[in-house]
């Protein structure tokens, strides 16, 4: 678990009314329960999980061998298919951006997001206690302070001066702050292109939601965490 009591973390309000959809700089938005295409079986597959925001980035996945597994609002992803669901209409993310999950990670090597027709584009647990981020074929890594990742809200901010920033559980991580340049490309949930080619790394683990903006500050950070917090059991 998670340890954070030396860490900064944001005050927090006993309720939100905010919306992700009213905020301008919303780019995709899968929802937790919401714009899901499911089949109609005992142990039921996600064909596709549509984008809550105006943009219309349907995430999607066509080959049943390759569909993920739903489940009461989670859907549950495995890497030896590999499990993934991706877009024809890519998301560019070239200045500031966050990235907010409700996430249960069951690996230690699995790519969140990331992108399946350009290689060099990842959002990947690469260890217990690391998230590798990958843009444009620069890598880098965001590291916990402490503890290891499990069933937590996870925020991924870029800011204007590019420095990356991880927030588990309304606690920023301290200890990395590195800075990436480039623009991040987005078309897939659960699994990322490999250079030499094909489908790989792929996630071991449940995801509720997904929120994506390209903006980002402490006041977004905020709103975001208190939207997706209370999807963690």
């Known amino acids: 678990m998670l340890a954070s009591k030396h860490a900064l973390s ?3 309000i006993k309720s939100i009314s905010w919306n992700p959809f009213s905020e301008p700089c ?7 329960r919401t714009g899901l295409n499911i089949t109609p079986v005992i142990d039921p597959k996600v064909l596709g999980w549509e984008d809550s925001s105006p943009n219309d980035h349907l995430m999607e996945q066509t080959t049943v061998l390759n569909q993920p597994t739903y489940n009461s609002g989670e859907i549950t992803f495995v890497s030896g298919r590999p499990d993934y669901l991706s877009t024809n209409l890519q998301i560019e993310l070239p200045s500031n951006f966050l990235i907010g999950i409700s996430i249960d ?19 990947k647990y690469s260890s217990s206690s690391k998230i590798t981020v990958q843009i444009g074929g620069s890598i880098t890594h965001l590291e916990l302070d402490a503890g290891t990742f499990s069933d937590n809200t996870i925020i991924i901010t870029r800011d204007g001066s590019n420095v990356l920033n991880l927030w588990v ?3 920023l991580q301290t200890g990395t702050t590195p800075t990436l340049t480039g623009t991040a490309l987005i078309d897939v949930i659960g699994a990322r292109f490999s250079s030499g080619g094909g489908v790989v790394n792929g996630f071991d683990g449940v995801i509720r939601e997904i929120q994506i903006y ?6 977004l950070v905020e709103k975001v965490y208190l939207s997706l917090k209370h999807l963690t059991p």
Do not use: H, R
Not at 26 to 32: D, E, L, Q, S, V
Not at 105 to 123: A, K, W
Not at 214 to 219: A, E, P, Q, R, Y
């Open 10 to 12: 944001l005050p927090t």
């Open 26 to 32: 919303m780019y995709a938005w899968y929802k937790y």
């Open 105 to 123: 990670t069951q690996t230690t090597n699995g790519t969140i997001i990331g992108d399946i027709t350009t290689s060099g584009e990842l959002f």
């Open 169 to 171: 559980d309304n606690v």
């Open 214 to 219: 390209d903006c980002s500050d402490v006041k």
